[in-house]
């Protein structure tokens, strides 16, 4: 009875909704009546399966047909990619997703060159038709080992015209540490038996390792918090354990 028209795309897990309606927007989902060639309205297409889908990283087999529609031929699939990653450019071939970055001095100066950034900002592509990947290169970078706010610009191997730009914030710390959402940098703290004396509270640790947390999703400041420390006031090395 029905012609279908529908594509397959990858989408951010923060951006997933879960709903019928965003499946039927991002799958661009068309039907048309085969006797008289006329498009079915919009209004009268429907989701049959989700598939589960939801905001967690996978594959999604999304089911889409006409209501009331009850031959099986009239049921078409695609495949619904939730990916992580901070920014998103679907172009005509290729879909390509990357991740901004925090990174320390040291970390910038032990890179052998910048196409390590490639791995290090998860940039990925995938080609539209069937979401096999594809390779992403470096077009450009603004990065430098000084502390700062940095762009990186991807693109597609095979196709250049689909990019997206990263930011890389660098901080000057010992330590750093990368979560999913957030990136932790402090720095390691030598002092004298008195200094440690005259601290009344260990949180005071916090502002003394001069711990930063950052969200990388758009690179905001988050609160950190001591989870723990073995730290006494006597001449010694100790741990202090810090989260968001």
Same mark, same amino acid.
């Given at each position: 009875e029905y012609i279908f028209d529908i594509s397959n795309y990858v989408i951010l897990k923060d951006d997933v909704k879960g709903t019928d309606?965003?499946?039927?927007?991002?799958?661009?989902?068309?039907?048309?009546?085969?006797k008289s060639g006329l498009q079915v309205d919009s209004s009268q297409l429907e989701v049959r399966s989700n598939g589960g889908y939801k905001a967690e990283v996978g594959d999604y087999t999304v089911k889409v047909s006409v209501k009331g529609a009850t031959n099986e031929k009239d049921v078409v699939s695609a495949t619904a990619k939730v990916v992580n990653g901070h920014v998103i450019e679907e172009g005509n071939?290729?879909?390509?997703?990357?991740?901004?970055?925090v990174m320390s001095v040291d970390e910038v100066n032990a890179l052998a060159n910048n196409d390590e950034l490639i791995g290090l900002s998860k940039a990925q592509a995938w080609k539209v038709? *069937?979401? /096999? #990947?594809?390779? !992403?290169?470096?077009?450009?970078t603004t990065l430098e080992a000084k502390v700062g706010t940095y762009e990186a610009v991807f693109s597609v191997k095979d196709e250049s015209a689909t990019k997206v730009t990263t930011k890389i914030q660098v901080i000057d710390k010992d330590i750093i540490e990368r979560g999913d959402n957030y990136t932790i940098g402090a720095n390691n703290i030598v002092m004298t038996v008195d200094e440690a004396k005259a601290i009344a509270?260990?949180?005071?640790?916090?502002?003394?390792?001069?711990?930063?947390?950052?969200?990388?999703? *758009?690179? /905001? #400041?988050?609160? !950190?918090n001591l989870d723990s420390t073995t730290f006494k006031a006597e001449a010694g090395t100790y741990e202090a354990v810090l989260s968001v």
């Open positions: 309606a965003e499946i039927l927007k991002n799958t661009e989902a068309k039907a048309w009546y085969v071939e290729y879909t390509l997703v990357a991740s901004n970055l038709t *069937d979401l /096999s #990947a594809a390779d !992403v290169k470096l077009d450009s509270d260990n949180k005071e640790l916090i502002t003394l390792s001069d711990a930063q947390a950052i969200k990388q999703k *758009d690179m /905001s #400041a988050g609160k !950190v």
